[in-house]
C-alpha cells in the first residue's frame, strides 16, 4: 500500500509570498497525483492532476511539479483566498485505489 | 454545470446502517466513475470507494466489509450504505464525479475528483 506523506503539515506564509507544499510518495508512482484545496466548511476543489495540470478555472498562479516519490505544490504569490488546507490525492491502478495525504494547512504568518 | 447534493439523515444510531443518496444534476451519471469520499470533524479525507456508471465498485480495503454502493441511472443517482457503525463513522461525507481519462500520449491513465457535493454531517450516536 502506498502511503503519501504532506509536509509540512503547517506553512505559515505573508500574502504576496511563494508557498511550496511536498508531497511524498512511500515508493516510486507514475506522474498520476492530484491536488486539493479545501476552506472551511467547504467541499475539496480540484486544483491540478496529472501532478502538473491545472483544472479548469485556476489560476496560473498554482502550478505543480514533480516525480518518483516527490511531488510539489507551489503558489507563486499568496493571495487572501489562498489560505486553506492542501490534499494530495494519488490513484492507484492495481488494484485500483484512491489516496490522499493527511494536507498541509496555509495560514497567514 | 454538473451538480452533485448528497441526502440522508444526519443521525444515525450505533451498530445500525448508514445510507445516503447522491443526486447529480446539470450531467448524467453515465461514462464516469462516482465516488464517496469522508471526513473526520477536524481531519483529512478518506476515500470509501467507487461505483461505476455500469455498476462496477471498488472499496477502501478498511471498509470493504461493511460498504455497499449502488447506482440508479435513471434517476440519476448512486447510494452509499455502510453497516454496522460506530462512533469512529462520524463524519462529512460527500459524493464526488471519479474522473479517469488518459493523457495526451495515450500511455498513462489520470484520475482526479473534479465535482463535489457539499457534504452531509452524519453523527453516529445514540
Known amino acids: 500500500e502506498i502511503v503519501m506523506t504532506q509536509f509540512p503539515a503547517t506553512l505559515s506564509v505573508s500574502p504576496g509570498e511563494r508557498a511550496t507544499l511536498s508531497c511524498r510518495a512511500s515508493?516510486?508512482?507514475?506522474?498520476?497525483l492530484a491536488w486539493y484545496q479545501q476552506k472551511p466548511g467547504r467541499p475539496p476543489r480540484l486544483l491540478l492532476y496529472?501532478?502538473?495540470t491545472r483544472a479548469t478555472d485556476i489560476p496560473g498562479r498554482f502550478s505543480g511539479s514533480g516525480s518518483g516519490t516527490e511531488f510539489t505544490l507551489t503558489i507563486s504569490s499568496l493571495q487572501s483566498e489562498d489560505f486553506a488546507v492542501y490534499y494530495c490525492?494519488?490513484?492507484?491502478?492495481?488494484?485500483?485505489?484512491?489516496?490522499f495525504g493527511q494536507g498541509t494547512k496555509v495560514e497567514i504568518k | 454545470q454538473v451538480q452533485l447534493q448528497e441526502s440522508g439523515p444526519g443521525l444515525v444510531q450505533p451498530s445500525e446502517t448508514l445510507s445516503l443518496t447522491c443526486t447529480v444534476s446539470?450531467?448524467?451519471?453515465?461514462?464516469?466513475?462516482w465516488s464517496w469520499v469522508r471526513q473526520p470533524p477536524g481531519k483529512g479525507l478518506e476515500w470509501i470507494g467507487y461505483?461505476?456508471?455500469?455498476?462496477?465498485?471498488n472499496y477502501n480495503p478498511s471498509l470493504e466489509s461493511r460498504v455497499t454502493f449502488s447506482l440508479d441511472a435513471s434517476k440519476n443517482q448512486f447510494s452509499l450504505k455502510l453497516t454496522s457503525v460506530t462512533a469512529a463513522d462520524t463524519a462529512v461525507y460527500y459524493c464526488?464525479?471519479?474522473?479517469?481519462?488518459?493523457?495526451?500520449?495515450?500511455?498513462?491513465?489520470?484520475?482526479?475528483?473534479?465535482?463535489w457535493g457539499q457534504g452531509t454531517l452524519v453523527t453516529v450516536s445514540s
Open positions: 464526488a464525479r471519479d474522473v479517469q481519462q488518459y493523457d495526451s500520449s495515450g500511455y498513462y491513465l489520470l484520475q482526479y475528483f473534479d465535482y
Open positions: 446539470g450531467g448524467s451519471i453515465t461514462n464516469y466513475y
Open positions: 461505483i461505476s456508471h455500469s455498476g462496477n465498485t
Open positions: 515508493q516510486r508512482i507514475s506522474g498520476n
Open positions: 496529472g501532478a502538473s
Open positions: 490525492q494519488y490513484y492507484d491502478n492495481w488494484p485500483a485505489r484512491r489516496t
